[in-house]
């Protein structure tokens, strides 16, 4: 075999492994009354890796921030794919700072729309975020490995 062939093989089996290693994220889908999005992580990491700059672990989700749209304290329901309960997930208010409704293992959760403490009159910032491990204690504290950002934005 001509080295110009063991090297065009050897490319050709580089390409089929990178493109492998693109797994679509696992996703969420946000449902208000009778419509829902599903989007895939916008950053997912693997491995054990962890995010702290928020620009590591790129998911195969939407760059644009999803929506959802719902009446002032309407509900709003969250399903998450297994692998996002099994570890465990939580939703971030990007507005307060805080995390609302605790962190949860469930397949599927639901909160009021709450526009009163938005930065923005009528949008709620908010993000779905999936963590290492669910804490056994106050001073364990678990790393974020995977984020969904979306708005619940106020029907009109």
């Known amino acids: 075999m001509s080295r110009r062939l063991v090297h065009l093989a050897a490319c050709a089996a580089l390409v089929l492994t990178a493109s492998a290693c693109q797994k ?3 996703g969420i889908t946000l449902v208000s009354g009778s419509s829902t999005t599903h989007f ?13 700059t928020g620009d590591e ?7 644009r921030i999803q ?7 309407g509900q709003v329901g969250i399903d998450v794919d297994p692998v996002i309960a099994d570890e465990g ?16 293992t469930d397949h599927y959760r639901t909160f009021p729309a709450d526009f009163s403490r938005a930065k923005v009159a009528g949008v709620q910032q ?26 619940v934005v106020a029907k009109v």
């Open 57 to 63: 672990c790129p998911g195969t989700g939407p760059s």
């Open 89 to 104: 997930w939580y939703v971030y208010d990007a507005d307060t700072g805080q995390i609302e409704l605790g962190i949860s």
């Open 24 to 26: 679509p994220s696992p």
């Open 40 to 52: 895939e992580a916008q950053q997912w990491c693997r491995g054990g890796q962890v995010l702290q």
């Open 67 to 73: 929506l959802v749209r719902a009446d002032e304290g």
């Open 126 to 151: 908010l993000e779905v975020r999936t963590i290492d491990h669910v804490p056994t204690s106050s001073t364990d504290i678990p790393k974020v490995t995977g984020q969904w950002v979306f708005q």
